[in-house]
Nanobody, 125 residues
């Protein structure tokens, strides 16, 4: 089985910084895109940032210039560094990854999408 487990997050004042990380574990053959999403109370889940296996990145307009996504392929880990935080960044942050499990034949199976359980980020004004 494959699991994504987030850590980090917490409470910070507006203008401050926070980082979250997400580790993928289990019988993993390969990981393609890794993403961060967030969901604020009463709102839909929205994409925040994406990083490809080749480290190409993309960001939501609302976080460009403030957030930085990175990954360590050797550790199956994706990070999100959040700077100049605003109260509207308050949300539960979820990591998401496209992962191929290692089959019993030692090769990659079908790519599937996996989600972490989420971690709370609260920015006070």
């Amino acid at each position: 089985q494959v699991q994504l487990v987030e850590s980090g997050g917490g409470l910070v004042q507006a203008g401050g910084s926070l980082s979250v990380s997400c580790v993928a574990s289990g019988s993993i053959f390969s990981i393609n895109d890794m993403r961060w999403y967030r969901q604020a109370p009463g709102k839909s889940r929205e994409p925040v940032a994406t990083i490809t296996n080749g480290h190409n990145t993309d960001y939501a307009d609302s976080v460009k210039g403030r957030f930085t996504i990175s990954r360590d392929n050797a550790k199956n880990t994706v990070y999100l560094q959040m700077d100049s935080l605003k109260p509207e960044d308050t949300a539960v942050y979820f990591c998401n990854a496209e992962i191929a499990q290692r089959t019993r034949y030692g090769v990659g199976g079908t790519l599937r999408e996996y989600w972490g359980q989420g971690t709370q980020v609260t920015v006070s004004s």
